[in-house]
């Protein structure tokens, strides 16, 4: 029971067998009512007419208990009287009724074995019992209400008594009793066939239905084990179509994170790698005596080891991010005065570069609920990132002004730009618009990771917007004071 396939299949056979045993009982109980009241009416209906031509023979219904005492129920079992007049004598069924009906020379009928005993009691025009049969005693007088059923015996469109159905003519015969065996038997053999057929059914439609849930198991199988590029063929639109479709998307991703990891992976170390090469090698002279601790030796090793630090605060940085353990001290941040900061800090650094940085903020702009430090340092990665990428007499612009959802501040630059096949994962960790630059600068790849990690923790969005040779566009758009209360 563990197979999703013999489950479907044995659930769809329990339904098949519910239903089955549902008409097979809907069936045997329609018919066996119609039956009983087909049989009734034409038994009642034979008899009627056979005491019709009784009394049209003998003028009476007197005497007619001595040969009407068991009836059929078939259609042609009905006992009728053939004659063309009182001065003929009367047959039933091969018997002669001689024209003197006195009692002495009642006819001795004949029935067919086996007939099943149908009863009708007969009233005369009076409602006296002439017929006496189940609880209606010959003489008694006939009380309508307390019958069955009736109908009246017409003779010439003159009612001369009453047929009055009672108990016992609802008893079926040994031919009724097969008859109906046989249809049940029928109806047996066709619910059995036809729960064969949706075992079958059942079978091939839940192996069709689950093959491609194997497939993906054994796919997914493929990928604990590590051989991540897994996809599986997506054969219909239905909602397993949709679940193949979504595996494949996520084995996509989880090779492109893969590779990804593996690639920061390397720059990191080659990151780390290039300044403790540098630090060693300041060290081992220093300790060997082929160098003197000159002051700007001491500065060069120092500034490595800054740069160290900076790429451990980075990776430290992401795996909070990661861990959305990033701790926040929101408070109400001046936008203007935001962007000031951020331009005085690296203001030397631009007129290094030959770069003019200017700020342009908005007025009346309101508060921004934001930790102001982390704002600085995702600031500071796209002004860092601009001057790296912005030649001389090029200019950076940082903006604020307003927007739908609070504050937009914008970093802006009039540099090379960004390629356009790296534009969509320049916030990928290790992207790179410009690798050989990024390490000549001592960059770790991070800062725009960082950036949006930073912008999310704030229930921000971060975009860029660049033509390759026209600059690039950092837009942040953060909430205000206003708009987070």
């Given at each position: 029971m563990r197979s999703l396939r013999t489950r479907w299949t044995l659930a769809l056979v329990a339904v098949c067998l519910l239903e089955a045993v549902l008409v097979f009982a809907a069936v045997r109980i329609g018919t066996q009512r119609a039956f009983d009241r087909f049989i009734r009416e034409q038994a009642m209906t034979g008899f009627a007419e056979g005491a019709a031509d009784y009394y049209r023979v003998t003028g009476s219904l007197d005497d007619i208990e001595a040969w009407v005492e068991r009836r059929g129920r078939r259609s042609g079992?009905?006992?009728?009287?053939?004659?063309?007049?009182?001065?003929?004598?009367?047959?039933?069924?091969?018997?002669?009724?001689?024209?003197?009906?006195s009692a002495s020379r009642r006819p001795i009928r004949r029935f067919r074995r086996g007939e099943p005993?149908?009863?009708?009691a007969l009233a005369d025009h009076d409602g006296r019992i002439v017929l006496p049969a189940g609880?209606?005693?010959?003489?008694?007088?006939?009380?309508?209400?307390?019958?069955i059923e009736t109908r009246p015996l017409v003779v010439d469109s003159d009612t001369v008594g009453t047929v009055i159905r009672t108990a016992e003519s609802q008893e079926l015969g040994p031919a009724e009793q097969r008859f109906l065996k046989e249809t049940q038997a029928a109806v047996s053999w066709a619910v059995a066939a036809a729960l064969l057929v949706a075992l079958l059914l059942g079978y091939l439609v839940a192996r069709a239905t689950t093959r491609p849930l194997r497939t993906l198991t054994a796919a997914t199988e493929a990928v604990a084990r590590g051989e991540l590029e897994q996809t599986v063929p997506v054969r219909s639109r239905d909602e397993v179509g949709q679940l193949a479709e979504a595996f494949n998307a996520m084995s996509v991703r989880l090779a492109e994170a893969h590779a990804l990891r593996r690639r920061m992976t390397a720059d990191v170390a080659h990151d780390l790698r290039t300044p403790l090469s540098i630090l060693t090698g300041y060290l081992e002279a220093l300790r060997d005596g082929t160098l003197a601790a000159t002051p700007e030796r001491i500065a060069a090793m120092h500034t490595e080891a800054d740069h160290l630090g900076r790429l451990v605060?980075?990776?430290?940085?992401?795996?909070?991010?990661?861990?959305?353990?990033?701790?926040?001290?929101?408070?109400?941040?001046?936008?203007?005065?935001?962007?000031?900061?951020?331009?005085?800090?690296?203001?030397?650094?631009?007129?290094?570069?030959?770069v003019v940085l200017s700020v342009e903020a908005a007025e009346d702009l309101p508060p921004l609920d934001a930790d102001a430090d982390r704002l600085v340092q995702v600031l500071g990665n796209l002004v860092h990132n601009a001057l790296r990428h912005t030649p001389i007499r090029g200019q950076i612009t940082l903006a604020a002004?307003?927007?739908a959802e609070g504050v937009a501040l914008v970093v802006a630059d009039t540099g090379e730009g960004i390629p356009a096949e790296v534009?969509?994962?320049?916030?990928?960790?290790t992207v790179r618009a410009d690798t050989a630059r990024a390490v000549e600068d001592g960059a770790s790849g991070l800062g725009l990771a960082i950036a949006r990690s930073l912008v999310e923790a704030h229930g921000g969005t971060i975009a860029v917007k660049s033509t390759e040779g026209?600059?690039?566009?950092?837009?942040?758009?953060?909430p205000s004071a206003e708009t987070s209360t």
């Open positions: 079992a009905e006992r009728r009287f053939n004659g063309d007049g009182p001065q003929d004598s009367v047959r039933l069924e091969g018997e002669r009724l001689p024209r003197d009906t005993p149908f009863r009708f609880s209606y005693v010959m003489g008694d007088v006939f009380t309508p209400s307390e019958a605060e980075d990776l430290r940085t992401l795996a909070l991010a990661d861990a959305n353990e990033l701790t926040l001290h929101r408070r109400p941040v001046n936008a203007d005065a935001l962007l000031h900061r951020v331009a005085e800090a690296f203001r030397p650094e631009a007129e290094t570069r030959g002004r307003r927007h534009l969509p994962h320049i916030f990928e960790r026209e600059g690039a566009t950092f837009m942040v758009v953060l």
